[in-house]
Every structure is written in C-alpha cells, then in structure tokens.
C-alpha cells in the first residue's frame, strides 16, 4: 500500500491546492524508523528541541531549548491539518469522482488523435492528473498552438511538468538538453485536462467538446 515504506525508507505526500486532499499548503512525510521520524520532527521547527536528553548543555530553566542541528521552518498549522483531517473520511469519494471522469474521458475522447493515459491491470490509481498526449503528426497545429486556444476557449488546462533537467538550476550543474529524451518527448506533446471531484458532467462535456473542435480543426 502506498505509504507503507515496503520500497522506501520515507514517502512523502504533497497537499498542495490542486492534490486530492489539501491542507491548503504543505505535505506529510511517513517512515517505519524512528531515528527518521526524530529527525524530520527536528528539521521541521529549525533544528529545535525541548527534549533534555537530546540537548548538549544543561537546561537553563523552562524557557529553555537548543538548536541542535540545522532545521526548517516546516510546522504545519493546528488549521490546516484539520482541514486535511476533515477530507480523510472523504478519500474514497473523492477517487471514486476522478475514476467516473476518467472513464468518460476515455471514452469521447478515444478516437481523437491523442494517447490517453493507461493503467496498469490490478492498480487503482489516485488519478490525481488526467494527462493526454497529443499525436503531433496527425494534427496540424503544434503543441503550444492546441494549448493556447484550450487557455483561449476558458479551459483550465496546465503542463505537469517541466523536466527537471531543463530548469537553469539544474543545467548549471551540467545536465542538459537531450540527457533524458523519454521525459523531453513527454514535455513536447503533454496537456494536463482539468479533472477534479466535484467535476460536473456538463463541465466536463465542455472541455471535451473544445479539444475535439481546436484537434478537428
């Protein structure tokens, strides 16, 4: 199960806006070793503690605390893991929505000149992004050209995401252009389709109807 740290020491889950549970900003990172979770408690409020056995000196009183290692400022608000708490009853519906979309997307979407995204027999995806791909040598507009007119028409369509490679952080390391081809082909024909839970069928209609104009023009 995912979360359950079988291939990994951390996993680590984001609940960004868009993320199918939010706490509006921020994420949760999850671990079976101890040593792990001590640490990322540390590094979460600045390399703090008010843990007497973990201080190198001895406490001054009870206002005391070290900074014992170099940390962050990642505490999450007593709000905003409410609001995310609230949503977990809600998880199931929620993939539930976003599965009903995709099997509507799929099937109007089948004999238009894309690559719809495939699953895995036996899996059951979060389907937290329904991303299809565009057969640029069966249209005859560019990738940008298809993007823009959707942005133009009012759908809400995004790119996720940019290789990592390409950003300038990264090439100033020395990677470059063409050292992961597979992730530079995907960026040169991927469209990210809104998809959301509360999604309506007319809204969804609405997205479809303008792709297949804008890929049959």
Not at 160 to 166: A, G, M, Q, R, T
């Amino acid at each position: 199960p995912i979360g359950s740290c079988e291939y990994s020491d951390i996993t680590v889950f984001s609940f960004h806006p868009v993320k199918i549970v939010t706490t509006a900003e921020g994420g949760a990172a999850l671990t079976n070793s101890k040593a792990l979770a001590d640490k990322m408690a540390l590094y979460r409020s600045h390399g703090i503690t008010r843990d007497e056995a973990l201080m190198e000196n001895a406490s001054h009183g009870g206002w005391y605390y070290e900074q014992v290692d170099l940390g962050f400022n990642y505490r999450m608000t007593e709000l905003q893991a409410a609001l995310g708490v609230s949503q977990m009853s809600r998880l199931s519906e929620f993939v539930s929505a976003r599965h009903e979309l995709a099997v509507r997307y799929y099937d109007k979407l089948a004999s238009l000149p894309i690559v719809l995204p495939y699953q895995l027999p036996n899996t059951y995806s979060g389907l937290h992004l329904y991303v299809i791909r565009l057969n640029l040598n069966e249209i005859s507009k560019t990738h940008k050209e298809v993007f823009d007119e959707l942005r133009e028409k009012g759908i809400g369509v995004n790119l996720h995401y940019i290789p990592v490679h390409l950003q300038p952080y990264y090439q100033k390391m020395g990677f470059k252009q063409g050292d992961f081809p597979n992730a530079e082909s995907y960026y040169s024909n991927a469209i990210s389709l809104p998809m959301f839970h509360g999604m309506t069928h007319e809204q969804q209609d609405e997205v479809i109807s303008k792709l297949t104009l804008i890929l049959e023009a």
